[in-house]
């Protein structure tokens, strides 16, 4: 997925879902349109800390000023978790990364609501380390 749908229209569809079967099966089909993984990045530092399932995440800083999101998980639902926050953090600048909130969003949906707990926590798990992601590109252009 190099380019993400608008958040607009992840909400549009996700709310059109009639029952949460569907909604499950969106998720996992959202997580399968994600770019591939590359394997140079499946490193220990790009593991996200706190999730029951291998998951990885790693951003690039393009010369154009944008953010590439590269995300995977050996669990489709949390793969399809991890692909809906980058269609939340999608056209975010680094700076507003910081402090952008997904919970908002994720009340707006009941999407928590129908999460084990161990889900609840890992999507607040991904959250951090992109802002810490975020945090480190930061530091890094501003040293370069």
């Known amino acids: 997925m190099n380019k993400f749908i608008k958040k607009i229209n992840f909400i549009k569809n996700f709310s059109s879902c009639e029952?949460?079967?569907?909604?499950?099966?969106?998720?996992?089909?959202?997580?399968?349109?994600?770019?591939?993984?590359?394997?140079?990045?499946?490193?220990?530092?790009?593991?996200?800390?706190?999730?029951?399932?291998?998951?990885?995440?790693?951003?690039?800083?393009?010369?154009?000023?944008?953010?590439?999101?590269?995300?995977?998980?050996?669990?489709?639902?949390?793969?399809?978790?991890?692909?809906?926050?980058?269609?939340?953090?999608e056209d975010l600048k680094l700076s507003e990364i910081l402090t952008f909130d997904v919970k908002p969003y994720f009340n707006k949906l009941s999407l928590t609501n129908y999460l084990t707990p161990s889900r609840v926590q890992g999507l607040s798990s991904i959250s951090k380390f992109i802002k810490k992601s975020a945090r480190c590109l930061l530091i890094k252009e501003k040293i370069l």
């Open 19 to 89: 029952n949460w079967e569907e909604k499950y099966l969106y998720i996992i089909e959202l997580g399968n349109k994600l770019s591939p993984f590359p394997e140079k990045f499946r490193k220990n530092s790009n593991l996200i800390p706190g999730c029951q399932n291998d998951s990885w995440i790693y951003l690039i800083y393009e010369n154009t000023k944008k953010i590439k999101f590269y995300g995977d998980s050996n669990s489709l639902i949390v793969k399809g978790l991890i692909a809906i926050i980058f269609i939340l953090h």
